[in-house]
DNA sequence: TCAACTGCTTGATACTGGTCAACGAGAACG
DNA sequence: CGTTCTCGTTGACCAGTATCAAGCAGTTGA
């Protein structure tokens, strides 16, 4: 680390603020929603907090036994699954708040490798004993069930991206989709680093690391955005909206 | 109907043996996995079973509030997206004993349409009312979690597919996924009528209706598949497994 | 029985994105 | 401080799939 960004700066004051479930600043977008105080502590006293997993570290591995949900704190994470010949397929790329691991549940077999992008800090959830706890708190339970659904309604707009659109198209959804999720925990939604490599973004979008990096030179060209390694501006939002919209075939 | 196809016939007799879940014969495949026959009681009185769906008419369409989950218990369905400018995803295929709608859950709005590609009959599950019953029926909460985890597994399967694969690859992964799944129903596993249009495999496998067309004509040239309409029969199994692995770039 | 329609097949051609290759920049390391 | 490695960019070329078009078969309906 040589110097903070901005970023860091801001993930150092958040990993302060929250000790624990009931305090943590990402309560609207991980689990205890809608609980009052008294099952909120039940919830923390199950949850491992502030695990660090080092950038390039695996937090679990495709055919490792399932125990745990886990909600990140602080960083990246990427998940992918790799098929029998050993080709990867990045499934997903998760920030602070989101779930992973759920895919596991059914099987007690964790389905995919997840990865951290950079320094990160995950929260435990003992699923066996969230369960439970669910029982008794049922906004805890259909809170549950809302986080795979969301899940599931998502990999539907991932399949969608796959089977319909063009090079273009998935790069400027991609990219609208990272600046959403950012500008949601407070970062900028025009500037931010991707952790990613062009390959992992590839691997995603069902593309090539070529056809991605010349896609990217090509929005910079148009003023779309600017590209300064893994920095990205974006110039103008409406227009990369706009390649989303019209360029359909 | 002109005439009864050995499917049709093993569907009737299906149909007439089950009157409800605790005798169903699609429980392996369904919701009540672990119960004891009091439970099972207690589920039969929520679900009501045997609603009919004509084929082509959509069981819930985008943007339809959320009631319930529904079960396939005779006949064939499809799931679609569709993205702002009109275009479709087919998003999965589903037989009897599988479970549809919960994508819908995270908001209580469905997010896609279920169309029957057949003459088909489903049970409803009331969302609430399962919840509920799941609060105090550890193994149907547990069941329920495991279904959703099911799905998203699979669907990182299809995005695998869409992302990674060429259209030869696709459509032999997709023929004995089908295979596979009829076999488990007690069809045969080598000889089945495709129940939805060329169109819709391609737009799940994200292809277009031409390529499918020709792929599955040389599949039949090579003497893998015999291909007359929609009645497809598996000549050379071990031959298609292979497209799967070898084919690979 | 014929017309109209939908779904399917096949061919010719175009074009997107993949492949291969060379090179450059920055980071990691001795 | 230079070496090595990974990551990214760009170009030339190619392959696979889409597109466009024509025609056929089976089904529906008048």
């Not at 205890?32 to 609980?35: H, N, Q, R």
């Given at each position: 680390m040589t110097m903070l960004s901005p970023i860091q700066v801001r993930d150092i004051s958040i990993r302060q603020l929250r000790q624990n479930c009931s305090t943590c600043s990402l309560r609207e977008l991980c689990l205890?929603?809608?609980?009052n105080p008294e099952e909120m502590r039940e919830l923390d006293s199950l949850i491992t907090q502030g695990r660090p997993v080092k950038r390039g570290d695996g937090l679990y591995r495709a055919g490792e036994p399932f125990r745990s949900l886990f909600a990140v704190r602080v960083g990246f994470f990427k998940s992918s699954v790799i098929s029998e010949d050993g080709r990867e397929q990045v499934t997903g790329f998760h920030m602070s708040g989101e779930l992973m691991g759920m895919d596991a549940i059914s099987s007690d077999v964790h389905t995919c490798d997840a990865i951290a992008l950079e320094d990160s800090e995950v929260c435990e959830l003992p699923f066996a004993e969230i369960e439970n706890l669910a029982r008794e708190v049922p906004a805890l339970q259909h809170h549950l069930y809302k986080v795979m659904s969301r899940e599931i309604v998502r990999d539907h707009g991932v399949m969608l991206l796959l089977g319909n659109m063009k090079a273009e198209e998935r790069l400027a959804a991609f990219l609208l989709n990272l600046s959403q999720r950012f500008a949601l925990r407070g970062y900028s939604a025009t500037s931010f680093h991707l952790r990613m490599t062009r390959e992992e973004i590839g691997s995603y979008l069902g593309l090539k690391l070529e056809t991605v990096s010349r896609i990217l030179s090509r929005f910079q060209d148009q003023g779309l955005i600017k590209v300064q390694n893994r920095l990205i501006e974006i110039i103008n939002h409406e227009g990369i909206k706009k390649i989303l919209s019209t360029c359909q075939d």
């Open positions: 205890p929603i809608g609980l």
